[in-house]
């Protein structure tokens, strides 16, 4: 069983990105067990508090990181870019150096919008953001959910789920490029690599 970590970035009670992270369930593969992590409101990060010092909730945030054989990241657009909460969740797993919990993980990404671009250019600099820290970028399928709460409806138990048949597709298609990664420690050889050449 491989456990995949999902984090959306959105603090929003009502969150188009966090119910598409729920739907993901539905569409992963059998022996993924899926952990939609509900994000605390973090404190911003601060180096005086990398080590043990941490706050409790970047530690349990970090404990979760590194529980995980691997993630899926969902991001908003604001501005332009990545929220405020996903670059604070990037900056404190990356930290302290030589300690990322973030390192040589085999991440994928979406980005979702009520939108027509579908959050393009936020799901660029989340993937620029996750290969500057040395992840394993899952590759398959770009996918930026346009036009996203046309895309989501509920099954009979009130469940998030993606009902725009395309879409379906495209995250099946890369959740199972996340399973090949994690069975074939895609990740860890990237983590080896870094810690070889720091």
Do not use: C
Not at 154 to 174: C, F, H, Q, Y
């Amino acid at each position: 069983m491989s456990r995949v970590l999902v984090i959306a970035g959105s603090l929003r009670k009502d969150s188009f990105t966090r119910a598409t992270g729920q739907a993901l369930r539905a569409l992963a593969p059998e022996d993924f067990d899926i952990e939609v992590y509900p994000l605390p409101d973090l404190p911003n990060y601060n180096p005086d508090f990398e080590g043990d010092a941490a706050p409790a909730a970047v530690a349990e945030l970090r404990a979760a990181i590194a529980a995980a054989d691997g993630l899926v990241i969902l991001t908003p657009e604001y501005n332009r870019s990545i929220p405020g909460i996903l670059k604070n969740v990037i900056d404190w797993g990356s930290r302290p150096h030589g300690h990322s919990v973030l390192r040589g993980k085999p991440i994928a990404t979406i980005s979702t919008s009520p939108g027509a671009q579908g959050g393009i250019r936020a799901l660029v600099e989340l993937r620029r953001q996750l290969t500057l820290i040395g992840n394993y970028d899952v590759p398959g399928p770009e996918i930026a959910i346009p036009e996203v709460p046309k895309r989501l409806g509920v099954d009979e138990e009130g469940r998030p789920v993606i009902t725009d048949e395309a879409t379906a597709g495209m995250i099946t298609s890369l959740l199972k490029s996340l399973q090949y990664a994690i069975d074939n420690e895609l990740g860890q050889h990237i983590g080896r690599a870094l810690k070889h050449a720091a």
